[in-house]
């Protein structure tokens, strides 16, 4: 079963620019999720989608943003990039479990992709 | 409000000695408690979760709710235990991806 895929690994983008990162899922899992990390701030949740629809979103400004595809695979986009916004991103895919009995099942964590903000 | 501590930023210990890996969360209900692990080079991946109650690798973890502790332990560490630990919960309420992360801790195992 191939992993979570995330590309590109690496990006160099301009202040002020806009960026999409991109994410394939583990086949099977609806469940994507996109993480911040940061040496500063370590890994802050962006959102989640499920079935195309964000689920749950986290404490960033509209800036970042994201969708998902109907072949569950997600997009994340950030324009207006800041010299702030430098940092690894991470996306994790699950299969959500089957009522609250089984609790969420384990996250699998692509390999990040590197953005630094010149 | 959410959160998890992991106050040791690094932690240092000799082979063979044993481990103990801080966790404390703030949550307002029935969290999931996990521990995530990031070996050098490799991507981050799920070591244990306290709903399993199971042990991986010789580590176990023990959800304590009076003190709201979720600390990770290994009698007999090894080198090859050496990695990024993160803490992490859930919000309980079933089929989430959000989980929110510790600031981590870097295992040191010395020969």
């Known amino acids: 079963k191939a992993g979570v895929t995330q590309t590109p690994r690496y990006l160099i983008k301009t202040r002020g620019q806009q960026v999409t990162l991109s994410c394939s899922p583990i086949s099977g899992h609806r469940s994507v999720s996109w993480y911040q990390q940061t040496p500063g701030q370590g890994l802050q949740f962006l959102f989640e989608y499920f079935s195309e629809t964000q689920r749950n979103k986290g404490n960033f400004p509209g800036r970042f943003s994201g969708r998902q595809f109907s072949n569950s695979r997600s997009e994340m986009n950030v324009s207006t990039l800041e010299l702030g916004d430098s940092a690894l991103y991470l996306c994790?895919?699950?299969?959500?479990?089957?009522?609250?009995?089984?609790?969420?099942?384990?996250?699998?964590f692509g390999q990040g992709t590197r953005l630094t903000v010149v | 409000a959410q959160r998890v501590t992991q106050p040791e930023k690094l932690l240092s210990v000799f082979k063979g000695a044993p481990v103990e890996l801080k966790c404390n969360y703030s949550?307002?209900?029935?969290?999931?408690l996990f521990w995530y692990v990031q070996y050098s080079r490799q991507r981050l991946q799920l070591l244990l979760r306290?709903?399993s109650r199971e042990s991986i690798k010789g580590f176990t973890a023990d959800l304590n709710k009076g003190e709201t502790s979720f600390h990770l332990k290994k009698p007999f560490a090894q080198e090859e235990d050496s990695a990024m630990y993160y803490c992490?919960?859930?919000?309980?309420?079933?089929?989430?991806?959000?989980?929110?992360f510790g600031q981590g801790t870097t295992l040191q195992v010395k020969p």
């Open positions: 949550y307002s209900g029935s969290p999931e």
């Open positions: 994790a895919s699950s299969f959500p479990g089957q009522g609250r009995r089984f609790g969420n099942t384990e996250a699998f």
């Open positions: 306290h709903i």
């Open positions: 992490a919960l859930s919000g309980g309420s079933g089929n989430t991806g959000k989980l929110i």
